[in-house]
């Protein structure tokens, strides 16, 4: 039986703690729960999962549903869409079975992207590479998680450009019964021998597709994602890296008695990490936000120390609690910790989001 390769290429950067992350868990693990209760499926498909940060890495090698185990998502820093396209196209080259004179390879694969944020690299080499070797031999279907994704770049690598409108528990369901829907959809083309790409329809509501022709704010640029701001920090006590992440608001503000919008982060929540998060951070980026931009800090999610954002003199961030001298878990500095940085706040090292 030819193979139909299923591919999700999943965007796992800091803004995607929390709510995001854990959906996208629980979903996936639905798809196959589904997947594996479907015949056409179960006689053709085959899955695989590529999550990608700073770094891309394959959490699960190409595989049978049946013997398909979801895994546990990691966070990683930074959103390196030119490494994740990179890892895609090394897994596609040294596991798609190719069509000769001899048997008949696999069907077209099924890229599934999701991400939420716009890349923190230079992706026109790696979008180059994909129109020249595998724009015609895969489909890929991109999906913005929200609002703030750069759709303009994702319409470099696909016409099938959707919009998530990730708003609630139930969205959530209904995405991924539309993804579900998709790959069964397919699944069932490839044994009529039609095309094996054959997408569910969209209620518009929950997922619409994107219409690049028409004028739109699609491009966001950059190369760090200021949608949202994250602080990566370890905790006091147990060592353990957490994360801070806040999103992007307007407030108002009168300068010389005229009315302005500013730019500010409101705290969306702190979240513990494993150390695979080092393993997938770009450790090659420094930018900066001002605490006065900051609304909100959290407790700490480690240790329930009451303060989560100290910044160390080596620029580190760790949690504070009610000890006479703390000590940094990033360098080992002991000291006595204040409350401020005077006037116009002070500068805190943040990470790509």
């Known amino acids: 039986m030819r193979r139909l390769p299923i591919y999700f290429l999943i965007d796992i950067s800091e803004s995607m703690v929390g709510e995001p992350i854990q959906q996208v868990e629980e979903g996936l693990a639905t798809i196959i729960q ?8 179960l006689e053709t498909v085959w899955v695989s999962i590529i999550v990608f940060a700073g770094q891309a890495k394959t959490l699960v090698p190409l595989q049978e549903i049946v013997s398909f185990y979801p895994p546990k998502f990691p966070i990683g820093s930074g959103t390196s869409l030119s490494k994740g396209l990179g890892h895609l196209m090394y897994e596609l080259r040294s596991n798609i079975v190719k069509t000769t004179y001899e048997q008949k390879g696999d069907w077209k694969p099924i890229v599934f992207l999701f991400t939420d944020g716009v890349p923190t690299d230079d992706t026109s080499a790696a979008i180059a590479e994909w129109k020249q ?3 015609r031999t895969a489909n890929m279907v991109a999906i913005s998680f929200g609002d703030e994704t750069d759709m303009r770049l994702l319409g470099e690598l696909s016409n099938d450009v959707m919009h998530f409108k990730n708003t609630s528990p139930q969205s959530y369901k209904a995405f991924f019964k539309w993804v579900t829907d998709s790959i069964k959809t397919s699944s069932i083309s490839v044994e009529n021998n039609s095309t094996g790409f054959e997408l569910a329809k969209t209620d518009d509501e929950t997922i619409s597709k994107i ?5 739109g704010d699609y491009d966001r640029g950059g190369y760090v994602d200021d949608n949202f701001v994250v602080f990566a920090a370890q905790c006091q006590n147990t060592k353990r890296p957490y994360l801070m ?3 992007k608001v307007s407030q108002p503000s009168n300068f010389g008695g005229m009315n302005f919008e500013t730019r500010a982060y409101r705290l969306m929540g702190a979240y513990p990490v494993d150390n695979s998060y080092y393993e997938l951070a770009d450790k090659s980026y420094e930018n900066n936000v001002s605490s006065d931009e900051l609304i909100g800090a959290p407790t700490c999610p480690c240790c329930g120390n009451q303060y989560g954002l100290a910044v160390c ?7 504070i609690g009610d000890e006479e001298v703390s000590t940094c878990p990033w360098c080992g500095s002991q000291g006595k910790y204040t409350s401020g940085g005077g006037n116009g706040g002070f500068n805190i090292g943040r990470a790509q989001g």
């Not at 589904?34 to 499926?41: G, I, T, V, Y």
């Not at 219409?211 to 004028?215: A, Q």
């Not at 003199?313 to 949690?319: A, D, L, N, Q, T």
């Open 211 to 215: 219409d690049l022709s028409k004028p």
């Open 133 to 135: 070797n595998w724009a």
């Open 34 to 41: 589904a997947l594996k209760s479907d015949p056409h499926a």
């Open 245 to 247: 992440k806040y999103g």
């Open 313 to 319: 003199s080596c620029r580190k961030i760790h949690c």
